[in-house]
């Protein structure tokens, strides 16, 4: 076999460029120009966009349960996000003013209270005082409290006149000394700052924040084994296809192009819905919350997700589709690869 | 165009389904691969196809080691070759003319481009006027010759054929083989494995023999 023999020696002998380009001349017969290429390239991706949204809409139900758990999984984040937004807005209204509430002593009667409110006005550290007198105290805890009968079964109003001292100076340093110092007048029975329950608030959202991200990645895993498990079926479908497209040479790209589409129609049409779900119960809650708030003088209205966290839920979710279609395949395209 | 240079292919569970095999074949030959069922016939189609890799040894096709082939060269190699199945592997989701177009696609042709060399190829198999029907409602031989025109429909370099006759009666088996004479009277490489020997042996063409994995014949 000299032919062989040849060959043998000329492999060892001649670099690869050569080999390449002779290879090329070969293969001149089904050589496309690269327009040609760009244009089937581009043709494939549309036909298999199409032909990927409807197949699964030839598919309704299980392409519904898959929806509907992409959408759940993506809406509770979702919606514990927005909620946490929405607590932090309202405790952004409120930890701007940091007051100091004076309790008065019961002795002290209207006249002397305002006289006392003019006095703490003239300090140099304080910069607004507002009086509660006691029967406007009454008045208030009448109508927002519900227990306004209260009163009626009683004497006398136990409720102290108070006066509420915006301090001049908001540092956390100097408000406790405001507090000591006006604790020692006269008059005042107790001086409290309204800042604990702020700083609470903010410790729990943080808590809150933390735990919404903490849930966030389990539903992302949760979305990516719904999709990974839906395109797996699709290609266990498809299993024929695949290999004779892979033994015509297909790419692996080629392979993994309609069921990418698969996960793409998925994410977009998850995302959708998962938004439609958070707006839907936010319109739900937004009736109850106004009065609550209402009860709380607050002019806080609930607001839903923003054009661009809708965008990126939107996102969120194509990217997902994508990534979990992109697993489903590359595991089956391993799995043909030649050993 | 093929050139096998001391081949051995080792599955993982220690069974050697080829020893040791070198051979080649010439541009523009035609040529038998026989040997009994478990020679070693479908592990060397396998090899050429780059299904599988080898264990040892070298395999060339058109000068090129398959060896320096990455992963993702092996889908260019398979389009300068054409396969014919013993199970023909049709789609039975899409016509006669779809099955046959699908490599053109693949490869990125012009959709009127493909239409027309699908056509040409479905013409020279003879299958022309069913070109619409699904290839579940086609007999056996005419289902091997849509097999066979899906093949050669990217006129590929090189034709394998694994037990193309395997399921036909003597007389459609002859007519398969005289449509793999006329590919090879154009110029492919043809390598056909099939333990037919009667039928081979009234082709005048070389026969390469696999025992047990190992080449006792390369016909030459």
Known sequence: ?339 | MISFDNVTKRYPNGYDALSQVDFSLGQGEMAFLTGHSGAGKSTLLKLIMLMERPSNGRVLVGDQDLATLANNQIPYHRRRIGVVFQNHQLLFDRSVFENIALPLRICGFDPTDAARRARAALDKVGLLSKEKLNPVVLSGGEQQRVGIARAIVHKPQLLLADEPTGNLDPKLSEEIMRLFQQFNQVGTTVLIASHDLGLIARMPHRVITLQRGRLISDGQ
Do not use: C
């Open chain 1, 1 to 339: 076999m000299d032919n062989n023999q040849r060959q043998k020696g000329a492999v060892r002998v001649e670099p690869h460029p050569k080999r390449q380009a002779k290879l090329h001349r070969g293969a001149e017969q089904f050589r496309l120009n690269i327009s040609d290429q760009g244009r089937s390239y581009l043709r494939h991706h549309q036909e298999v966009a199409r032909f990927s949204f409807f197949s699964l809409l030839s598919s309704p139900l299980t392409t519904f349960m898959t929806l509907a758990v992409l959408a759940i999984s993506l809406a509770l984040p979702g919606a514990l996000y927005t909620g946490l937004m929405n607590l932090q807005q309202l405790s952004q209204g409120l930890d701007s003013d940091p007051r100091v509430a004076l309790y008065l002593d019961l002795s002290v009667n209207e006249t002397a209270a305002e006289q006392l409110s003019r006095e703490l006005l003239l300090r140099d550290d304080v910069a607004a005082t507002e009086l509660i007198t006691a029967e406007q105290g009454r008045i208030e805890f009448k109508a927002q409290s519900g227990f306004g009968e209260v009163f009626d079964f009683l004497d006398q109003n136990p409720l102290p006149a108070v006066i509420m001292v915006i301090p001049r100076d908001l540092s956390v340093v100097s408000i406790p000394l405001l507090q000591s110092r006006l604790q020692e007048l006269p008059q005042v029975d107790e001086a409290i700052v309204d800042m604990e329950w702020v700083q609470r608030l903010a410790a729990f959202i943080v808590l809150a924040e933390r735990a919404v991200w903490v849930l966030a990645a389990l539903f992302v895993m949760a979305v990516l084994l719904v999709v990974g498990n839906t395109i797996r079926l699709a290609i266990e479908s498809r299993r024929d296809e695949i290999i004779i497209a892979k033994l015509v040479g297909a790419t692996d790209a080629y392979v993994r192009r309609p069921f990418l589409y698969d996960g793409i129609w998925f994410g977009i049409a998850g995302g959708i819905l998962a938004w439609l779900l958070i707006q839907i119960s936010l319109l739900l809650l937004s009736n109850p919350v106004q009065k609550l708030m209402q009860l709380y003088n607050s002019q806080f209205e609930l607001s839903g997700l923003g054009f661009i966290e809708s965008i990126v839920l939107l996102l969120i979710s194509i990217l997902l589709g994508l990534l979990g279609a992109w697993l489903a395949v590359g595991r089956h395209l391993r799995q043909i690869q030649p050993r």
